[in-house]
């Protein structure tokens, strides 16, 4: 069983950074491929970006291209995702997810899921 937590999320200003944490509530023995969507209030669940088992290949949504960077830390399998330049629009829950298989940008993709930590950006 390998359900994951998230943590690191807060309020802050417009331009600041944040680094999220999502790290599974059970000890595993494999590598995990990692993702991270968000969901704003009103709209449906976007995807952000994922990195592969290895942490070798990463991709993400174009809208936080060169602001936010995807990492994962294969020896406790935790996973990251550390925000800089964040801007309002950026003010959503965001939510970790894993597989031990190859993911996407679709949801369905992932096997495992956190229940998603706030983050929010002032203007």
């Known amino acids: 069983q390998e359900e994951l937590v998230e943590s690191g999320g807060g309020s802050v200003q417009a331009g600041d950074s944040l680094r999220l944490s999502c790290t599974p509530s059970?000890?595993?023995?494999?590598?995990?491929?990692m993702a991270w969507f968000r969901q704003a209030p009103g709209k449906e669940r976007e995807f952000v970006a994922f990195?592969?088992?290895?942490?070798?290949?990463?991709e993400y949504v174009e809208s936080v291209k060169d602001r936010f960077i995807i990492s994962k830390d294969n020896a406790k399998n935790v996973g990251y995702l550390q925000m800089n330049s964040l801007k309002p629009e950026d003010t959503a829950v965001y939510y970790c997810?894993?597989?031990?298989?190859?993911?996407?940008?679709?949801?369905?993709?992932?096997?495992?899921w956190g229940q998603g930590t706030q983050v929010t950006v002032s203007l």
């Open positions: 059970e000890r595993t023995f494999t590598y995990l491929a």
């Open positions: 990195i592969s088992r290895s942490g070798a290949t990463s």
């Open positions: 997810a894993a597989t031990v298989g190859f993911g996407d940008r679709s949801p369905g993709a992932w096997e495992y």
